[in-house]
Each structure stands twice: as structure tokens, then as C-alpha cells.
């Protein structure tokens, strides 16, 4: 069975530029995951969707950075403008509806010069 | 709310030697448990978990955690370390809101050091 895909594993841009990451869920999977972390921290939740709709986005500093899953499968993270303390590896996560665990992506690490 | 703490950031231990990892968690709710692991440069792996069933929980590789509501705890535990034990390790709690199931909340991480 095939796992969350994300691409790019490797980013590094200037600060002020933007960047986008995509994830892949697993087949079958109603709920989608973005986390940051921060090098040295656990991850951090920074939006939920639920099929196409956000269910948390509570932590997600929506004056730069947005995401939308469109048809509810694939999804994409989008930062603008970019900041030094946006470095980290932003991480991707499916699960089924319910209280199961949650499969996670390899990563996107995020470099901001 | 939920929150976990892992008391330690950095465990070492010898190779052959108990494993513990420490993990307390606070939970409005009955809280479902996670323990994860984390190579370098790589995503993150279920390691096992607790979903209201027994208390005590095995896992992959070895490892085991038990549920224990009256200290808030969910330790982890292996008998023997191995030198591929060492990683980063995360405790992590989900709870209910009113939207259903809500995302991990993660500690921040435990990296575990197994001497030759």
C-alpha cells in the first residue's frame, strides 16, 4: 500500500519568496494533516481538513501561509512571503475519520535565507 | 485541551539495558495515546498506541507502554536496547472536540542515545 507522498523534500529560498508543498494521502483517507517542526520540537498541528473541509486551523499564521485540499485528496501548503523562523520540515499526515492513528509523509524541509 | 510532557530530552542508555521513556499527558477527555518514532531525515512511525482497550500496549520492535490514568502516564518501555533503537521518540495525545477526532498533539520529543 502506497504512503503519504510529499514533494519537495528540499527547499531552500530567501526570505520575502514564496514556496509550496503538496501531499498525497493515503487511498481512502478522509483526513488530512500539515504540521510544522521546528527543528529540535515536536511536531506542531497546522491545519485539519476533513474530506475538503477545515475542521482546525487554529494555529496556522494565516497571514502568510494558506492550504487547500481540493477534491479532498491532494493538498497543498503555501507560504507568503517566507520568514527566517519559517525554516523547518513541514510534515503531512492522513488517517481515517475516527480516533486511529495518523500516517505521516517523509517531509518537506523548508530552508529560508 | 490536551497536552503531553516527556520528561527528558536526551535518555542514554548501554546497549542490552532497560529503555525508559517518560510521558505525561493531560486530557479533558478520555485521551487516545501514541508513542511515535523518528529517524533522521525521515517521517515519523507508529511505534504503538492506546485506544481505551488494555492498559498495557505492545507495540513494534520490541516495545511496550502501559496506561496508567491515576499518574497521567504513558512511559514507554523496552527490555533490552538495541543500537537501532536510536532516535527521536515522541509522545503524542488525541482527544474529542465538537468537529469529531482532532489532530496529534505531540510532546516534544525524547532523543534516545544507545552506548556501544
Known amino acids: 500500500e502506497a504512503g503519504v507522498a510529499q514533494s519537495p523534500r528540499y527547499k531552500i529560498i530567501e526570505k520575502r519568496q514564496s514556496v509550496a508543498f503538496w501531499c498525497n494521502p493515503i487511498?481512502?483517507?478522509?483526513?488530512l494533516y500539515w504540521y510544522q517542526q521546528i527543528l529540535g520540537q515536536g511536531p506542531k498541528l497546522l491545519i485539519q481538513?476533513?474530506?475538503?473541509?477545515?475542521?482546525?486551523d487554529s494555529q496556522l499564521p494565516k497571514d502568510r501561509f494558506s492550504a487547500e485540499r481540493l477534491k479532498g485528496v491532494d493538498s497543498t501548503l503555501k507560504i507568503q512571503p517566507a520568514k527566517l523562523e519559517d525554516s523547518a520540515v513541514y510534515l503531512c499526515a492522513s488517517s481515517f475519520s475516527g480516533p486511529g492513528e495518523l500516517f505521516f509523509g517523509e517531509g518537506s524541509r523548508l530552508t529560508v535565507l | 485541551a490536551q497536552s503531553v510532557t516527556q520528561l527528558g530530552s536526551h535518555v542514554s542508555v548501554s546497549e542490552g539495558a532497560l529503555v525508559l521513556l517518560r510521558c505525561n499527558y493531560s486530557?479533558?477527555?478520555?485521551?487516545?495515546l501514541f508513542w511515535y518514532v523518528q529517524y533522521p531525515n525521515q517521517g515519523l512511525q507508529l511505534l504503538l498506541k492506546y485506544t481505551s482497550a488494555a492498559t498495557l500496549v505492545k507495540g513494534i520492535n520490541g516495545f511496550e507502554a502501559e496506561f496508567k490514568k491515576s499518574e497521567t502516564s504513558f512511559h514507554l518501555t523496552k527490555p533490552s536496547a538495541h543500537m537501532s533503537d536510536a532516535a527521536e521518540y515522541f509522545c503524542a495525545v488525541r482527544g474529542y472536540s465538537g468537529g469529531g477526532a482532532d489532530g496529534l498533539t505531540f510532546g516534544k520529543g525524547t532523543h534516545l542515545i544507545i552506548q556501544p
Open positions: 481538513f476533513q474530506n475538503n473541509g477545515v475542521v482546525d
Open positions: 486530557s479533558s477527555v478520555p485521551p487516545y
Open positions: 487511498s481512502g483517507h478522509a483526513t
